[in-house]
C-alpha cells in the first residue's frame, strides 16, 4: 500500500478519534464553566498528558526540528530550556494556581489574577492581551497543512489547512476541555512514540548513530556542534541562550497550560502530575535529532521546517503516517488548548465579568450565564477562521510565529502571576497593572517595532524582566504590606 493510502487512512481515523471525543464531551459540558475547566473533575495523569499535549506542540515536532536542521546542536538549549527550566516553572507555579482556584472560584487565569488583585481593569488587560495566542494557533495550522499537503500528493497546502480548522474548531465547540484532555491521552501516545523513534533511528540509518551524523554536521560547518551559533537565531550568544531559559520557564505560566492544572480533581496530586509531564517531556524531545540525521543526510532542502517530514520518507510508509500523525495530534492538541483558552476570555472575561458585570451590557445574571454559554458555542470557529487567514501564506519558520504570542503573553503576566504566589509583600494593583502593561510595551517594541532583539524568545525574556523589575519596583511603594494575600 502507498505511504499516500496510509496518510489519508491513518489521519480519517485521528480525525474520526478527535470528533468522536468531542461529541462524548458535548454530553458532559452544561455550562462555561464546564467548557472551561470540565467541572474540575480530571485526574492528575490524565491532565499530566493533557498538559504535554499542549505544550508541545507543531513548534516542536517540526519548528525546533528545523532549528536542529538550520543551526545544529546548539538547538539542543531549547531541549535543556524545556525540559529543565519548563519544569521548575512548572514545580514553582502549579501548587499555588490550583490552590488558589479552589479559594478564590474562578474559570480562568485573567479571572484568577483579576480576582487576586480585585481588578477588573487587570481582567482586561490580560484576557485582552491573551488573544495574542492566535499567532500561536495559526502557526499550528500552519505545520499541519505542510505536513499533509507534502505526505499527500495532490493535496494542496490551502485545502489541508481548511481541513484542519473545521476539524479543530468542531471538536473545540463540541467538547471544551474535556475533549482537549481526553484526545490529548491518544495524542500524547503517539508524540512519545515518535520522539523515541526519530532518536534511536539515527542508529539504524547511520553506522555510528548520532556520532557519526553529529561529525558530518560539524565538517559542514563546526558551529553545528558548538556552544553558539552567530547565524542562529536563538542561540548566537550567552546572553540569548539565558532569554531562551528563561522564557521556557516562563512558558510554564501560559493559559492553555495552567487551565489543566485549575482543572485539577484533588491539589494533593501534583506531584504524580508533575512526574507524568516529565516523562512524556523527556520523549517527546527526543524527536529534535531528527534534524540532526536530516542535516548529515541532506544539507540543502528548502525549508528547514520540513526536516522531520523528509526523514519519516526513510522509512516504511506505516512509520512515516505515524510521525505525521503526531506532528498532526501535537499541532491539534496546542490549538485546542488554546482556543478553549481565548474563548473563555472573550465569554467570560470580557463579557459576563466586565462588560454585564459593570452594566455596559444591561440584562439579569441568569440570561448573562446562557449567552456566556451560547458565546463558548461560536467563538471557537471565529477564532479559528482568524488563524487561519494569518497563514493562507506559510511563515519562513513556523517556530518563530507561534513564539510571538507566547512571548507577549508572558510579558504580561508571569510577574503579576508569580508575586501572588511566592511574594505577596509585594502584591498590589498598581504594580500588577504597570508590570503586565510595561512587560508586554517593551517586549512589542524591543521585536515588533524597534528589532533591536533578532530573536522572539529572547525579546520574551526580556519583556518577562522588565516586567518583574516594574513588579518589585512597584509593588515595594504600593503594597505597603497592607492587603494580605488571598491565595
Given at each position: ?238 546572553a540569548t541562550i539565558f532569554g531562551v531559559l528563561f522564557v521556557e520557564f516562563a512558558f510554564a ?235
Amino acid at each position: 500500500m502507498s505511504l499516500r493510502m496510509w496518510m489519508i487512512i491513518g489521519l480519517s481515523l485521528y480525525f474520526l478519534f478527535v470528533v468522536f471525543v468531542g461529541v462524548i464531551g458535548a454530553k458532559k459540558i452544561k455550562s462555561a464553566s464546564d467548557f472551561a475547566l470540565a467541572g474540575n473533575s480530571m485526574g492528575p495523569i490524565p491532565l499530566g498528558l493533557a498538559f504535554s499535549a499542549s505544550f508541545f506542540s507543531a513548534a516542536t515536532f517540526q519548528g525546533y526540528v528545523g532549528f536542529m536542521y538550520a543551526w545544529g546542536q546548539t538547538s539542543l538549549w531549547i531541549f535543556l530550556a524545556i525540559f529543565g527550566a519548563s519544569t521548575l516553572g512548572f514545580i514553582a507555579i502549579a501548587k499555588g494556581v490550583r490552590e488558589g482556584t479552589e479559594n478564590l472560584k474562578v474559570e480562568t487565569m485573567a479571572d484568577w489574577l483579576a480576582t487576586s488583585y480585585k481588578s477588573d481593569v487587570l481582567r482586561c488587560i490580560v484576557a485582552v492581551t491573551f488573544l495574542l495566542q492566535i499567532f500561536y494557533v495559526a502557526g499550528q495550522f500552519s505545520a499541519g497543512a505542510s505536513v499533509i499537503s507534502g505526505m499527500i500528493d495532490g493535496v494542496s497546502y490551502k485545502t489541508a489547512l481548511y481541513g484542519l480548522a473545521i476539524v479543530t474548531a468542531l471538536y473545540v465547540t463540541l467538547g471544551g476541555l474535556f475533549a482537549d484532555v481526553y484526545t490529548s491521552i491518544g495524542q500524547m501516545t503517539i508524540m512519545m512514540f515518535c520522539g523515541v523513534f526519530i532518536f534511536f533511528s539515527g542508529w539504524a540509518v547511520f553506522s555510528g548513530g548520532l556520532t557519526e551524523a553529529s561529525v558530518t554536521i560539524a565538517a559542514e560547518n563546526p558551529y553545528f556542534i558548538a556552544v553558539t551559533n552567530p547565524n542562529s537565531l536563538h542561540m548566537y550568544s550567552y546572553a540569548t541562550i539565558f532569554g531562551v531559559l528563561f522564557v521556557e520557564f516562563a512558558f510554564a505560566g501560559q493559559p492553555q497550560l495552567l487551565n489543566k492544572i485549575m482543572a485539577l480533581k484533588n491539589p494533593k496530586d501534583m506531584r504524580k502530575m508533575i512526574i507524568t509531564w516529565m516523562v512524556a517531556a523527556f520523549c517527546c524531545l527526543l524527536v529534535m535529532f531528527g534534524g540532526v540525521y536530516m542535516r548529515a543526510l541532506n544539507p540543502a532542502l528548502a525549508n528547514a521546517d520540513s526536516a522531520l517530514i523528509e526523514y519519516s520518507k526513510l522509512f516504511h510508509p506505516v512509520i512515516s503516517m505515524l510521525i505525521s500523525v503526531a506532528i498532526i495530534a501535537a499541532l491539534m492538541s496546542t490549538a485546542c488548548g488554546l482556543t478553549i483558552v481565548m474563548t473563555t476570555c472573550l465569554a467570560t472575561d470580557v463579557f459576563k465579568k466586565t462588560l454585564v458585570h459593570h452594566g455596559i451590557i444591561k440584562m439579569s445574571a441568569e440570561k448573562a450565564e446562557k449567552v456566556t454559554f451560547t458565546l463558548t458555542r461560536i467563538f471557537p470557529s471565529i477564532l479559528v477562521a482568524i488563524s487561519l487567514y494569518l497563514v493562507l501564506n506559510p511563515p519562513a519558520f513556523m517556530g518563530v510565529m507561534v513564539w510571538i504570542g507566547i512571548s507577549g503573553v508572558a510579558s504580561a503576566t508571569l510577574a503579576p502571576l508569580m508575586v501572588a504566589i511566592l511574594f505577596p509583600q509585594f502584591k498590589s494593583v498598581t504594580a500588577a497593572i504597570c508590570a503586565a502593561v510595561c512587560g508586554l510595551a517593551f517586549y512589542i517594541y524591543a521585536y515588533l517595532i524597534s528589532g533591536m532583539e533578532k530573536s522572539v524568545m529572547a525579546a520574551g525574556a526580556w519583556g518577562v524582566i522588565v516586567s518583574f523589575v516594574v513588579m518589585f519596583g512597584v509593588g515595594y511603594f504600593t503594597s505597603a504590606k497592607k492587603t494580605p494575600s488571598t491565595i
